[in-house]
Each structure stands twice: as C-alpha cells, then as structure tokens.
C-alpha cells in the first residue's frame, strides 16, 4: 500500500477531529465571549476614578482574574475536573471540555477588552458624561463604538489561544486534532497524520488572523 492511499484512509478520522475542534472552539469561544467582554466593561466601570468606582470590587475581580490566567490549562483541566464533572455530567469528549476552556478564556477576553475599553479617548467619554448621558448609554454607543477594532484584534488573539488550548485537551480524550496528533501521531508514530494536523492548525490559525487583522482594519476606516 503506497503512502497516499494508507494517507487517504485518515481522512474520515482528520476530518472528524476538524469537526470536533471547531465545535469545542465554537462553543467556548461563544460562551467566553458572554461572560468575558461583561467582566471587562465591568473591570473598567469599577477602576479608580470611573462612574461605578468601587476599589473592592475591581480588586476581587483584578486578582481572580489573574490568578485563573497564572495557571497553565493543562493544569487548571484536571483542577477542576469535578466541578466540570458537576456541571456537565462528562469530563472527556467535547462536551467535557467546554467548561475548563470557558473559565480559561473568559478572563484572557476580559482582560482584552478592560485594554480596548481604556484606549478609547477619556475625553470624549466625559464630553457625554458631562451632558447626563446614562453610563449604559456611554458604554454602548462611545465606548464599545470607539474601540470596535481592538476589541475585534482581541478576540481574535483569543481565538487563537482557545486553538490552541483545545490541542492540548486532546491529551486527555476531548478530541479533536490535538488528540488525533497525539493518539496517531505521537503513541503510533504515524508521522503522516501528525503533519497532517499540524498544517491544518496553522491554516485554521492563519485565516483566522487574517480575518480578524481584516476587520480591524475596516471598522478603523469608518
């Protein structure tokens, strides 16, 4: 049997795992973006010096925030295998990876956004401050407006980094292309298979920038 053809009977087991992964990244990314750009509109509502100012609260959030993007995923998915156990029934396959990989992104977007949010020009809030425009107002049509394209260049850095973190859940049967490269690649030695993905992460990972670095460019023409 030549190497094509053994090559060509992957297919179906590569193209599921493409499947799985871009479900695990769909999934999690949505959920992440749900309680991440919140997390950081409220981070930055609660700094010193702004309209919901509480200094205890933006401590407990800052410091809980950094202590969950200290710890390596890999390390934070067997950490908190019981609650994800609690919450989904599952910790393997892709529904068992859905919560580690929210409670490792969210912050990251968080964070992301708490620096998009604080780009936009002081001035220009306060001008709408000034004229007893409500907060939620000024975060919706200044804030989030003005700093559309650091937030899209942000997410999409965040998209890669979940990429990537949902290779690593493959070490522990989430599947996807991490666990194929890992199973096949690695344990079996089928070096076809682990170029396979390996290309295949770096397709995902280079249109997705390029998307991302598209529509950041276009949002700052308008």
């Known amino acids: 049997m030549d190497r094509f053809t053994e090559f060509t009977q992957w ?5 599921k795992a493409v499947v799985e992964t871009f479900q695990m990244v769909g999934i999690s990314l949505l959920f992440s973006v749900i309680i ?10 609660t700094r010193p010096g ?7 609260v933006y401590e407990a959030l ?29 910790t393997i396959g892709v529904k068992g990876v859905i919560v580690p990989l929210v409670i ?13 949010l604080l780009e936009v020009d002081a001035g220009v809030v306060e001008a709408y401050q ?7 107002k000024i975060i919706w049509n200044v804030m989030l407006r003005e700093a559309r394209p650091s937030i899209i260049l942000g997410l999409t850095i965040a998209t890669v980094s979940l ?3 949902t290779a690593m859940a493959g070490l522990v049967g989430a599947g996807g292309l991490g666990d194929i490269a890992y199973r096949f690649g690695h344990l079996r030695y089928e070096v076809d298979v682990m170029y396979a993905t390996v290309f295949i992460l770096i397709v995902l990972v280079q249109c997705i920038q390029t998307i991302g670095n598209k529509l950041a460019a276009n949002l700052k023409k308008d």
């Open 11 to 15: 297919l179906p087991v590569i193209g």
């Open 36 to 45: 991440g750009i919140p997390l950081g509109i409220f981070l930055v509502l």
């Open 50 to 56: 702004q309209s919901l100012e509480n200094k205890w």
């Open 62 to 90: 800052n410091l809980l925030i950094n202590i969950i993007r200290s710890v390596p995923f890999i390390i934070l998915l067997f950490f908190i295998l019981p609650f994800t156990k609690l919450v989904v029934g599952t």
């Open 104 to 116: 490792y992104t969210a912050p990251y977007i968080s964070r992301l956004m708490e620096s998009a």
């Open 130 to 136: 000034a004229m007893g425009i409500k907060t939620r």
């Open 163 to 165: 990429i990537g973190a």
